[in-house]
């Protein structure tokens, strides 16, 4: 089959699976690179045969955005993507669906002045609030994808040969959002099934916490009463399925930002605003981090993250990911949380999903808070999961279950 062929089948899986566009929505993709272009036409053809009214597009220019690093005035950061964000603001008010295409280069960061990072990384973070406003509530029908660069499948493939690297990693990604096969609507359906057999068994033994166990780790991460976890398909507030992420592995809920002890060991790099760092631990007492090290002694961007308000240092969602996803039998590292979140189990510093908790969606911030949840400008998945990590439900009268052994999800016939 042809690239443009398998194109148009990505194209069809994101428009009717993932974003499920309804006749009469309006549609925006957000965040696209140029290099994407071929892709957005394949989705406007398709969002507009499934009765699209209108499907807008921003793309974003990785060069003006390394113009604005190196010249611009470091008070105009917080200007980051505001506009973009007050037309996103407009079509979750209207319930339409959103689209947010990644591919760029995920260490473009990396030879800027330390403190300019700073600046732009907190003015990204501030205004990409009223975004994680509209998806922490499950309020619309949205979806995240990549559509791969040169620049970034040079950082994911090194060792191919440079010429080949683009059409290695599209290869790739056809494969990881498993657009191959005879019929890639039936394969996802089925896929999304059976993700939800494991959020529903999870639903029902409501356990009071999670233990994590591997190498460098040994974490109980809390859960408060009433949380609820979700898999791959959703519902927005108007009743619309939807697949949030393709490709999609993950299990997840909030966790009960006081109740995290322990320490983990990271076991895939983070990526965060253009930064990378490796080989790192976190120490948590009583939900909080309370220490961080690096083997690269690279402490200082995450402790910065840390600080970029009073609760980003406390954790808002645990998800869990089997070893054996695609993304992880890939042994690629993304260093991109739409890929790596899908090859291990993971943890979010910053704010949690209000859907996860039940009628937190309509609860007061205080209210949230005193239930467990957590409020942050922030969300930053880190990945603990591996084929060594086992993990143990904990439940209210002080026994434990196995849920995963191995990286493995245990047997729940």
């Known amino acids: 089959m042809s690239f443009d062929e398998m194109l148009e089948r990505y194209a069809e899986v994101i428009v009717k699976v993932g974003l499920n566009v309804q006749k009469g929505q309006r549609l925006l993709i957000w965040s696209a690179p140029y290099d994407a272009a071929p892709l957005v036409r394949a989705i406007t053809r398709w969002a507009y045969q499934v009765g699209a009214r209108y499907v807008g597009t ?3 220019d990785l060069d003006n955005l390394k113009a604005w690093l190196a010249y611009g005035d470091e008070n ?4 980051h993507s505001l506009d973009d964000m007050e037309t996103l603001r407009k079509y979750g008010e209207r319930g339409d669906a959103l689209l947010l295409i990644k591919g760029n280069d995920p260490d473009y960061l990396k030879n800027y002045e330390k403190s300019r990072v700073q600046k732009f990384q907190a003015g990204m973070s501030k205004n990409l609030g009223i975004y994680r406003g509209l998806i922490g509530g499950g309020e619309i029908n949205r979806c995240v994808v990549y559509a791969p660069t040169q620049e970034y499948a040079d950082v994911v493939m090194p060792d191919v040969p440079q010429a080949d690297r683009l059409e290695k990693m599209w290869e790739l990604v056809f494969h990881l959002c498993r657009i191959n096969g005879d019929d890639p609507i039936i394969n996802w359906q089925r896929h999304v099934e059976n993700l939800a057999v494991r959020s529903s068994h999870l639903n029902q033994k409501q356990f009071d916490a999670l233990r994590f166990r591997g190498p460098g780790t040994d974490l109980t991460v809390g859960l408060p009463a009433g949380h609820v976890w979700f898999s791959g398909q959703k519902k927005s507030k108007t009743g619309i399925p939807y697949v949030a992420n393709i490709p999609t592995e993950e299990v997840f809920t909030l966790t009960d930002r006081t109740r995290l002890d322990g320490i983990v060991q990271a076991t895939r790099p983070l990526s965060y605003g253009g930064a990378t760092v490796a080989d790192f631990s976190l120490t948590f007492d009583k939900g909080r981090v309370v220490e ?23 954790t808002g969602e645990v998800a869990l990911v089997a070893n054996s996803s695609p993304v ?14 899908n090859s291990a189990s993971h943890i979010a510093l910053g ?27 922030l969300h930053l998945d880190f990945m603990v999961g591996s084929g060594e990590m ?20 245990v047997d729940v016939n």
Do not use: H
Request: hydrophobic share 30%; proline share 1%; aromatic share 12%.
């Open 58 to 60: 921003i793309y974003e």
């Open 292 to 314: 961080v090290f690096s083997k690269s002694g690279e402490e200082d961007k995450i402790k910065n993250y840390l600080n970029t308000d009073e609760n980003a240092s406390y």
């Open 390 to 409: 086992d993990v143990d439900g904990l439940t209210r009268d002080g026994g434990s279950e196995p849920v995963m052994r191995a990286g493995e999800w």
């Open 351 to 377: 704010a949690a999903y209000r859907m996860c908790l039940k009628d937190g969606t309509r609860m007061s911030d205080e209210e949230f808070l005193a239930a467990g949840g957590n409020i942050s400008k």
């Open 76 to 79: 105009s950061y917080e200007e």
């Open 328 to 341: 992880s039998q890939s042994g690629r590292i993304f260093y991109s949380i739409l890929y790596d979140e």
